[in-house]
């Protein structure tokens, strides 16, 4: 059965930092593109930023380019993001996602391509 489940959210106030993890199990994603997406109340989910299956390839949403970095540990099958400078802007639920292709050219970024999802985790900026 896979499971993905993310950590390390919380309440932080503005400026401050949280490092997000995502844990895959079940199965190996070492050649599937890793996501993550947000939700907002109220809002739809949207991509934040996606790694590719090798690590080097990463793509962020313009609103936390130069805040966040997404990075991966294939070996333990594990995604992180990395938030600094947080806005309160970035209140959400934190879903990370597994690329349905393996081995894209590219990466994408709408949720539809996405087939495997965690049960989020609550980021909370205060003001």
């Known amino acids: 059965q896979v499971q993905l489940v993310e950590s390390g959210g919380g309440l932080v106030q503005a400026g401050g930092s949280l490092r997000l993890s995502c844990a895959a199990s079940?199965?190996?994603?070492?050649?599937?593109?890793m996501g993550w997406f947000r939700q907002a109340p109220g809002k739809e989910r949207e991509f934040v930023a996606v790694i590719g299956w090798s690590g080097e390839r990463t793509y962020y949403t313009d609103s936390v380019k130069g805040r966040f970095t997404i990075s991966r540990d294939n070996a333990k099958n594990t995604v992180y993001l990395q938030m600094n400078s947080l806005k309160p802007e970035d209140t959400a639920v934190y879903f990370c996602?597994?690329?349905?292709?393996?081995?894209?050219?590219?990466?994408?970024?709408?949720?539809?391509?996405?087939?495997?999802w965690g049960q989020g985790t609550q980021v909370t900026v205060s003001s």
């Open positions: 996602a597994v690329d349905r292709i393996p081995l894209r050219i590219g990466v994408v970024t709408t949720r539809y391509e996405y087939d495997y």
């Open positions: 079940g199965r190996t994603f070492s050649t599937n593109n």
